[in-house]
């Protein structure tokens, strides 16, 4: 199919069409960077203290924080009673957790559980 328009465009024309092209791509591709990363960080991240004993014999204890998003609070959660349970399988045990104290409620706020458990040997 033949362009009129361009076939009776200058060189210096045709470049200068190309380069507003390439400029717009270029535009997008960053725009489209940005968009992801934005998403990335809703999802946020994700981290725990080391398991410390408590003033009870046989209790330990375990923080993690999440942040990013409304469901951060469940991530914390999630990650705190995992690493529970990898401290006394690790042990040949299961975990059993007895208290949990949850803090941060608003969206873009860091979320923290807090996990008190037991190991009890498995039947």
């Known amino acids: 199919m033949l362009n009129n328009v361009s076939d009776h465009m200058p ?4 470049a200068s069409v190309a380069q507003e092209r390439q ?9 489209l960077i940005a968009a992801v990363a934005a998403c990335a960080s ?9 398991v ?12 993690a924080s999440a942040t990013g998003g409304r469901m951060a609070w469940a991530r914390a959660h999630e990650h705190a009673v995992s690493e529970a349970r ?7 045990m299961q975990s059993s957790v007895t208290t949990e104290t949850v803090s ?20």
């Open 104 to 123: 941060g409620v608003q969206m873009m706020s860091a979320h923290a559980s807090s996990v008190n458990f037991e190991c009890h040997p498995k039947f």
């Open 42 to 50: 809703l999802v946020g991240c994700v981290s725990a203290s080391d």
């Open 52 to 63: 410390a004993a408590t003033d009870k014999p046989g209790t330990y204890t375990v923080a």
């Open 86 to 92: 990898d401290y006394c399988e690790r042990r040949g």
């Open 11 to 14: 060189d210096q024309e045709r």
């Open 23 to 31: 400029s717009l791509l270029f535009s997008r591709g960053r725009s």
